[in-house]
């Protein structure tokens, strides 16, 4: 049913025509975030300019029992953003200022709309970065990292953003605007900022952030290991960590993964291995010199075939480049893929990645595994063609390997978030009561259901519907982000 | 399950607490190893409680993974001696670990240490928890696995939340290996030269893991480093050249003084030394302040509430502030302080100030932007227990409401707000 004219007037009355996308065309192109497989044209997109702004909107939503569904660049891979039938769409990037970076408390405010990249370069003259880094950095905003709890690949050492905001300005689901956090570790209470943090943007709309900065480490060292087998790299990964060192990133590529990545890259990986290494350690010179000494021992007690150490900025990052291409890259050697985001203990990689090559071949269907190494999370690429009839049976075996993460005592999503993605995988992770929880508590922030109803936790009309198959993202297409 | 009192349940297991839960009406309050008793707001009467110091040890540890699940009663003392073994520990250095406090006591009231600069505290570390809810629904979030965005962060809620939604029953954290070498390093001076130093080392490359103030006259600025063993020395060489004259390294024992101060009443000295080499600096034992080597190692105003600090006549009480780093000196000079633990670069304070000056403490605290909770107080004292109420009020109240409707658990532990 459309949106009453009375609702729309309102809209209009406080943002202005100009502010108010009612032409379905336009519309489009809010159709869905890099979940590409899902597509639903909102009613309206209302492209507020200010924090009461974005309140003003969600009260007349509120008012009229209207959904909303926050949105920030449409990134996301589990279709968080994903607009929903007979509801609205508020677009964030016109909030995209740097309120202030403030070196001497070692922080910075950010409006929502402003990228993650953006941030660093905003803290990069004082010595500072933001340290949280998802491969879509160049274009991903912070309020969709906040909505996500967004990782990247130097989130083993560093944590994930909720991690590194201290506290924010939200909009409730009733309009109201609140202050989650504070300007210290010291709580005033139970932490919501913690439970709003990767809440998938169920629980309202953040307008400001304000995230901790660290000071630029003095060195950064990187390697490029292959080794004879994913198996051997694994064991790498095991003593690195037993001989206490926690290294910056830890990222292992199996040998299609690699075809693919050099094939679009360049980066200078081996094609004839199968399997390589990419670690990375910083901190003070002191350390980090005595680390490498030792994570390069660890890679030749393994059987180390190749190792290459970058010896410039310039060819650090080129290993990153081709290591952030895989994802994009994989396009080159299949017309389909789907991506997979499962987290297992690290100890039961081997395992793991055994499994799903014995699925894969049950399947008949190729698999490509791209994974930061150092905290179990998986990205396997499970490679299909749609026009040969595989679709269905890739998004089976794509399924079976995210239950399989968790029946390993893991989890369905390391940094991609449930969405509609996973939200009817939910229950093999959770019980029945967990999730009868979780549900209370957003009720708790949203009696009403308004607030992007049907993500994250599984309702009984989205699991009796089968989502589509993955599609590179418009953006991705372009070469603007990369999936890692 | 045993019956230590008329009122008190002392369940053994995850269902015994829910049994507790479920078979007992009323007003519940939830006890670990009583080191927080006297923190927050004062709880009301309850119709019994649930002590879970019987709920305690370890359900699984991962060494390979550094991952550790934990019933909640397990005081992270006894749990930092079983990770030592492994090279690994719990990155997290309360005072009050020292006094036995449990891992559940410490999620339950946000505490954390000194190194909550790196590696923050107990909400950065635990990666999943299981709540029994007032109507015996265990709730279990997060899981085994250190990265992990499935459903919402519910062991964030739990974080600070003084049990007002309920028993924790398990946690599971995240670990880190013990480090090769600890390096402390000490200048006196008072706070505003402090904050200078902290404000030059946190510009240097040098990744202190803390740096604290200790009041005295004129006050003791403490910085820890971590690394290897061949390495830390040309570290420390590092920060004694930037700390310039005065500055020298000292023994872990120099961080006695610090938790003395912000631990609560001192605990049995061989508990301190045990703790002190299981989990790196932060013993409270009176051998230990000895031979501490800063300003002032025996002025120590204990927060004991038998034995308050402060004017004559006037019970002292303790005091948690947060707020951004740089307005804490100004802040703290305001106050009428008689001990002072600070960190120039987190924004934490703990400061001892008589009963009689706890709302205004609130007041100026609050004018800073920052927040304040009562922690250590006589039991006589009647002082507000916490500043201003946060402006998300109704939201806490709504998810209170949601999860514990006939409000059971942890009555008055948010007085004045709800």
């Known amino acids: 049913m459309p949106l009453a004219r009375r609702v729309h007037d309102e809209f209009v009355a406080l943002l202005g025509a100009a502010d108010v996308i009612d032409d379905p065309v ?35 939503c509120a008012r009229h029992r209207v959904p909303f569904v926050a949105r920030g660049a449409g990134t996301g891979l589990s279709g968080g953003a994903l607009p929903v039938a007979d509801g609205v769409v508020i677009g964030l990037n016109r909030l995209n200022r740097v309120l202030e970076v403030d070196p001497e408390n070692r922080r910075a405010v950010l409006e929502p709309g402003v990228t993650n990249l953006e941030i660093t370069a905003a803290a990069a003259a004082h010595g500072l970065y933001y340290a949280p ?103 790498v990964v095991s003593d690195i960590v037993a001989a206490g060192i926690v290294p910056a990133a830890v990222e292992m590529m199996d040998a299609l993964a690699i075809e693919a990545a050099e094939g679009a890259t360049g980066a200078g990986y081996s094609l004839d291995t199968p399997a390589a290494l990419v670690v990375e350690l910083d901190g003070t010179v002191e350390e980090c010199e005595e680390q490498f000494a030792l994570v390069k021992e660890i890679c030749d007690r393994h059987g180390c075939t190749r190792l290459h150490i970058a010896g410039s900025p310039e060819e650090r990052a080129n290993i990153w480049r081709g290591r952030k291409a895989a994802f994009a890259a994989v396009g080159r050697i299949s017309p389909d893929y789907i991506v997979q985001d499962g987290v297992v203990p690290r100890t039961r990689l081997a395992e793991v990645l055994e499994r799903i090559e014995e699925m894969s071949s049950a399947a008949g269907l190729r698999v490509a595994n791209v994974f930061h190494a150092g905290d179990g999370n998986l990205h396997p690429l499970v490679l299909f063609s749609d026009a040969e009839g595989q679709t269905e049976r890739a998004e089976h075996l794509s399924a079976q390997i995210a239950e399989l993460c968790v029946e390993m005592g893991g989890s369905l999503s390391g940094e991609h978030g449930i969405g509609t993605d996973k939200a009817c995988s939910m229950p093999t992770m959770f019980g029945e009561d967990d999730l009868a929880v979780m549900d209370r508590v957003r009720a708790g922030f949203d009696p009403d259901h308004i607030c992007n109803p049907g993500k994250l936790l599984p309702t009984p009309r989205l699991c009796g519907e089968k989502p589509g198959r993955y599609r590179p993202h418009p953006l991705e297409e372009a070469g603007l982000i990369e999936r890692l | 399950m045993t019956r230590a009192a008329p009122t008190t349940l002392r369940p053994t297991s995850a269902k015994e607490v829910r049994d507790a839960v479920l078979d007992t009406p009323g007003r519940l309050a939830i006890s670990g190893a009583g080191t927080a008793r006297h923190w927050a707001g004062r709880p009301a009467e309850a119709d019994a409680t649930i002590d879970l110091s019987a709920l305690s040890g370890v359900i699984t540890h991962n060494p390979g993974d550094m991952t550790v699940s934990v019933h909640a009663g397990t005081p992270v003392r006894e749990l930092q001696e079983q990770l030592a073994e492994h090279g690994q520990r719990l990155a997290l250095d309360a005072a009050r670990t020292d006094r036995g406090a449990t891992v559940g006591g410490l999620l339950a009231t946000a505490d954390a240490g000194p190194s909550a600069l790196v590696y923050g505290g107990m909400r950065d570390l635990v990666i999943g928890t299981t709540t029994v809810l007032a109507d015996g629904t265990m709730v279990r979030s997060g899981g085994h696995v250190i990265k992990n965005v499935a459903g919402y962060d519910m062991a964030k809620l739990m974080h600070g939340s003084y049990g007002t939604f309920g028993p924790v029953v398990e946690v599971v954290l995240r670990l880190h290996p013990v480090p090769k070498a600890v390096a402390c390093v000490a200048v006196d001076g008072p706070l505003d030269a402090a904050a200078a130093h902290v404000q030059r080392l946190m510009a240097s490359p040098l990744e202190p893991i803390a740096a604290e103030w ?52 001192s605990s049995r000295p061989e508990q301190a030394r045990a703790a002190v080499a299981a989990a790196g600096p932060a013993g409270t034992s009176a051998t230990a302040l000895a031979g501490a080597g800063i300003a002032d190692p025996t002025a120590v105003p204990g927060p004991d509430p038998a034995a308050p600090a402060g004017a004559a006549g006037d019970p002292g009480a303790v ?47 609050a004018a800073a932007g920052g927040t304040s909770v009562l922690r250590d107080r006589p039991d006589t004292l009647d002082a507000p227990a916490w500043g ?28 004045p707000w709800m």
């Open chain 2, 388 to 415: 201003p109420a946060p402006s998300a009020l109704a939201l806490l109240k709504a998810v209170k409401t949601q999860l514990d409707p006939e409000a059971r658990f942890a009555a008055g532990r948010f007085e």
């Open chain 1, 26 to 60: 336009r519309a489009r192109a809010y159709e869905c975030d890099g979940l590409t497989g899902s597509r639903v044209v909102p009613e309206l997109v209302l492209l507020p300019r200010t924090a009461d702004d974005v309140a003003g909107c969600v009260r007349i």
């Open chain 2, 214 to 265: 200790v009041s005295g006259e004129p006050g003791t600025l403490l910085v820890r480093l971590e690394g290897g063993t061949d390495t830390l020395p040309a570290r420390t060489g590092r920060l004694l050249e930037l700390l310039g004259d005065g500055a020298r390294e000292i023994g872990p024992e120099g961080w006695a003084r610090h938790a003395a101060l912000t631990g609560g009443p």
């Open chain 1, 133 to 235: 880094d998802p491969s879509s950095q160049q274009v991903c905003t912070i309020g969709g990292n906040v909505a996500e709890n967004s990782g990247g690949a130097h989130c083993l050492k560093y944590g994930f953003t909720t991690n590194h905001v201290l506290s924010m300005e939200v909009v409730l689901p009733d309009g109201t605007q609140v202050t989650l956090g504070t300007d210290s570790a010291e709580q005033q209470g139970p932490d919501l900022r913690g439970v709003f943090l990767g809440s998938e943007g169920t629980l309202g709309i953040v307008t400001a952030v304000t995230v901790r900065l660290l000071r630029t480490p003095e060195v950064m060292r990187t390697l490029l290991a292959d080794f004879p087998s994913v198996a051997a790299g694994g064991q």
């Open chain 2, 319 to 365: 005091v948690r502030i947060g707020c951004a780093p740089v307005r804490l000196a100004p802040l703290l000079a305001g106050l009428p302080s008689t001990a002072v633990t600070a960190g120039p670069a987190t924004g934490v304070a703990t400061v001892t100030v008589p009963g009689s000056a706890v709302a205004e403490v609130h007041r100026a605290v």
